[in-house]
């Protein structure tokens, strides 16, 4: 590589990124990287598993059953910054105009219609008081709706805008108001908790870590004689060594100003090493900001369990068949048949086309690589139209495989992807359970499951120019591309994400 030197291979050591590992990112900005081949979406009965309302009680009890001798983590990646929460409000602040209500912009407006509604406005009020030496109603009495942002936002006041969404108060409850944190706190020990201990895991930006840590040790013991149990919280933050390159427009490293190769954290995809090193026997996985009030968990746990318990259902028919197949290196036909239906009909594994062509022992180990891989059961919702992904089948190395495809690995010219894209039926709410172990409980890894191939390249600005940036395999995408795949219909009310400020609004969020 002519481009770099000696005082490049010290900052790549330092951030534990190899030379060739560099290349290979180079290499990916110059070839690209190939857009998913999606062959039809997945629904019912054909990549969605149609679970009958009187198995959901057997299914959890499975799960809950599993727990007298397995161990559980709730695994919540919580790195982001609420910045984009706030981006009309920030819009807003930065045009430096206050007028009446009736001239606001629309979000802007209903934010400000609706303040007392937030979680966070007594705190609000208390903050713009000691900030601004008047009250918070003074202010909206005036029109001066500005310094009421600048409080909100601003590092001097609540500092809402450089907070993580972990420590944005959500819900109201009284006296005592609950931030997401907490609300993932309830939530894993009506769900995530076994034998009066209940273990969490927050994946948290460096520049964070204090401020959860205060807010756990705040509010844990409250939360532990509520439920009684006890909690086990840890963290962890993306590795240095899973940021990419930056690159110019014409693929060439691009550097700041004192000459230092730039690098910028390679997205949600680099926590799969995060996950790798967790030690749980079942792993529920749910973003951040997608919580709802105690009014409404009740199908949230319903729903937990059932995937769990789905989980586990096939996880012991799989344990079952490996253990069967260990030593095996012939097989009756009525066996491998068995095997074949088992695949097709509940794993929605899709066979080579020549299977029944091969000699047994090559079907044998056909079934004992196809089998034995890490396993994850997601819930998937009704599809609205929100922005995202959503449940296909992908054309992969020849065949076909259940995947999560996210709208930025389509071709958007190809007007039949396009068109298979648009006509999902189901949406992808981020509500996972993993099992990280094999039949003989060796720990799986995960990197070996990754394909790099769904890496995708964004045009973004640093310093006010013009750059390329590389995303890894995302999480639940590219980074569990070669995991067996279930998909479950969930109830649309599980799934209460808080992408913009005024979410906090909608009838999920408000405790009646």
């Not at 303040?115 to 009020?125: C, H, I, S, V």
């Not at 995530?192 to 870590?209: I, N, W």
């Not at 396993?375 to 995947?403: A, H, M, Y």
């Not at 039949?416 to 094999?438: A, H, M, W």
């Amino acid at each position: 590589m002519k481009e770099i030197g000696p005082s490049d291979l010290q900052w790549l050591a330092q951030k534990g990124i190899s030379p060739e590992k560099l290349q290979e990112q180079l290499n990916g900005f110059r070839t690209g990287y190939p857009f998913a081949c999606i062959v039809a979406p997945a629904v019912k009965g054909t990549g969605v598993l149609e679970i009958a309302p009187e198995d959901i009680r057997a299914y959890r009890d499975l799960y809950r059953a599993s727990t007298r001798n397995e161990s559980v983590l709730k695994f919540v990646p919580a790195s982001g910054a609420a910045t984009r929460m706030f981006k009309s409000l920030y819009a807003f602040l930065e045009n430096g105009r206050s007028g009446s209500m009736a001239e606001m912009p629309a979000e802007v407006r209903e934010f400000f219609e609706h303040l007392p509604r937030f979680a966070f406005y007594e705190d609000l009020q208390q903050a713009v008081l000691r900030e601004k030496g008047a009250s918070l109603q003074d202010l909206l009495n005036r029109n001066e709706y500005l310094p009421v942002l600048e409080v909100l936002l601003e590092k001097r006041g609540l500092s809402y805008g450089h907070l993580p969404k972990a420590l944005l108060k959500f819900h109201r409850y009284g006296n005592q108001n609950r931030t997401a944190l907490e609300e993932h706190l309830v939530e894993a020990a009506l769900y995530a908790s076994a034998k009066g201990e209940c273990s969490l895991h927050f994946t948290v930006s460096p520049e964070h870590r204090k401020a959860f840590e205060a807010c756990v040790r705040n509010v844990l013991p409250d939360y532990e004689k509520r439920y009684g149990i006890r909690y086990h919280i840890s963290y962890s933050q993306q590795k240095s060594s899973t940021d990419t390159v930056a690159v110019n427009p014409d693929n060439t490293v691009f550097r700041d100003d004192e000459g230092n190769i730039v690098f910028r954290p390679g997205g949600h995809g680099a926590l799969i090493e995060n996950l790798n090193e967790r030690e749980e026997d079942i792993v529920f996985i749910k973003n951040i900001d997608n919580v709802t009030t105690d009014a409404l968990k009740e199908d949230t746990v319903v729903y937990k369990e059932l995937l769990a318990g789905v989980l586990v259902d096939r996880r012991q028919a799989v344990f079952s068949y490996l253990e069967k197949m260990e030593n095996m290196t012939q097989a009756y036909p009525a066996f491998l048949q068995e095997l074949k239906s088992f695949a097709r009909n509940r794993l929605f594994l899709s066979l080579p086309g020549n299977i029944d062509d091969m000699s047994q022992p090559a079907q044998l180990a056909y079934f004992k690589q196809a089998f034995n891989r890490p396993i994850r059961v997601c819930g998937v919702v009704k599809n609205t139209g929100e922005p995202g992904g959503g449940p296909f089948w992908v054309d992969s190395d020849g065949g076909k495989s259940l995947q999560i495809v996210e709208s930025s690995q389509i071709d958007k010219d190809d007007a039949g992807q396009k068109r298979i894209f648009e006509t999902s039926e189901f949406f992808n709410p981020v509500d996972l359970v993993c099992s990280l172990y094999d039949y003989k409980h060796r720990k799986f890894d995960l990197l070996r499951y990754v394909d790099p191939r769904t890496a995708f390249i964004s045009v973004k600005s640093v310093q006010g120019k013009e750059i390329k940036a590389m995303e890894l395999p995302g999480l639940w995408n590219g980074a569990m591309a070669h995991w067996i795949t279930l998909f479950v219909e969930v109830p649309q009310n599980v799934f209460t994400p808080v992408k913009t400020i005024n979410d906090l609004l909608r009838a999920q969020h408000e405790n009646a």
